[in-house]
């Protein structure tokens, strides 16, 4: 990870830098000190390049004198028409040219503090790597840089707008560390053991095992386990930023607060997802180790409203299991009782996601009573043929809920589009021999009926299901994360809870 600071907009004297400009827009401040220092130079380079500030345009000054190494000018578009994800993507853009040196800078003449806030975070998400397990890698492959300053007009007032965002990052980084681990590595035990350092942040993690999910009925996930050499684990995380601690008694001591009318996340955890017995093609199936996204944006999410110290009070809950065929696992045919007390007929093991996250929403709306409740799951391979990888689809039972949905995904980026629920797509879960089946009839919306199938269990509690199997992962560069675990979820619903749900 990169080191950010923040400092006077002055010319650097050496390194590298990187100009936000705007179309069409007269060249001022450090970037007139430049053009000075390079005796016309950088305005003449500008024409040669055809670069009008336009967004998503760039150029290129190798070795330009005034003791730099490089200088980059990207452009933003009209100024006072920069969104925050746009200043991120423009950060990105900049910190992905600079990477070969040490030391560089990143100034917008005539930027507002927090956009350029956003802009350092659109940096900081684009040096993510995965390098952990790489033990060959030449110094050549490595990227230099280690030093990033923002420079700004008001450095105390841009340093201070980072700061929430900085924990945001850490959080979208902890999203990305767990997707990105292979799934002998991350079992259900080590990714619940991995939840526990959510504490050192503030947040209360209770950690269930086999046992205690037999005593509460969680027949549906338990059933998803049973092939498994890896025991099963359930996480409960709260967040309690909003909740005082109360008096209680004559002493007047205070108890520990609990969570009213909390704001609840739940996440898909099939840490490796064979598809069981219903067993899936070889190729490609190594890529069912990120069949946990869910779950791992629901934990770096957590991480991020604790470490900005978000004024709400927020439960996230993992379901974790590794769905393996075996001589003990669950049969296509077998019948199994959720928590709910309702039985489904599991005609197709590999549909098993939303037998986890079944019982885990029933317990998330019985425990806490929420204001709403959001599932993220990659659920289904059908909201990728729907939707490809540019949105994730959203099912929800409350416009309330799905607006602001789409409004904090448009904020971020990080897109979501909705898909319909009815009662036609309903009926094609009711089956001959038990409450329902895991199952629509045959491939034909495959994502709504898997929505329909989560929606038996949430009762009248707002709810919105996220299928985000086209945007766990990246096979190419994205406009803030590099290609691999995207880290998806963790900005949207971030936005989602400062927007509206915090005190």
Known sequence: ???????????????????????????????????????GGFNRALAAAAFKGKRGQSAVLLAPGAGLDRVVAIGIGKSDELTAHQAEAAGASAVAALMKHETAAIAGDGLAAPM????????????????????????????????????????????????????????????????????NILTPEEMADRAKSLKSLGVKVEIFDRRDMEKLGFGALLGV??????????????????SEPEPTGKSGKKTKPTPKEPVVFVGKGVTFDTGGISIKPAAGMEDMK???????????????????????DAVGLVGLVENMPSGTAQRPGDIVKSA?????????????GRLVLADVLW?????????????LATLTGAIIVALGHENAGLFANNDDLANHLIEAGTYTGETVWRMPLADAYDKQINCDIADMKNLGN??????????????RFVNKIPWAHLDIAGMAWASKDGAVAPKGATGYGVRLLDRLVAAHYEQ
């Open 1 to 39: 990870m990169i080191d950010i600071t923040f400092g006077r907009m002055d010319l650097p004297k050496s390194g590298a830098l990187a100009l936000l400009l705007g179309e069409d827009e007269a060249h001022t401040g450090l970037a007139a000190a430049l053009d000075a220092a390079l005796a």
């Open 116 to 183: 350029l806030a956003h802009a350092a975070l659109g940096a900081r998400l684009r040096t993510y790597r995965f390098d952990k397990y790489r033990t060959t890698l030449k110094d050549e492959q490595k990227p230099k840089l280690a030093d990033l300053t923002v420079l700004s007009d008001d450095s105390a007032a841009a340093r201070t707008a980072y700061a929430p965002l900085a924990a945001l990052a850490a959080g979208v980084e902890l999203t990305r560390d767990l997707v990105s681990e292979p799934a």
């Open 225 to 242: 386990a049973m092939g498994s050499a890896c025991e099963p684990r359930m996480v409960v995380m709260q967040w309690l930023g909003a």
């Open 290 to 312: 990120w069949d946990m996204a869910g779950a791992g944006t629901v934990i770096g999410l957590m991480a991020a409203l604790a470490g900005r110290k978000a004024r709400v």
């Open 340 to 352: 709910s007390g309702q039985t489904i007929e599991v005609l197709n093991t590999d549909a098993e």
């Open 363 to 375: 317990y998330a709306q019985n425990r806490f009573k929420p204001r709403f409740m959001v599932d």
């Open 442 to 455: 045959g491939r034909a919306g495959g994502a709504i009926t898997a929505a329909q199938f989560l929606q």
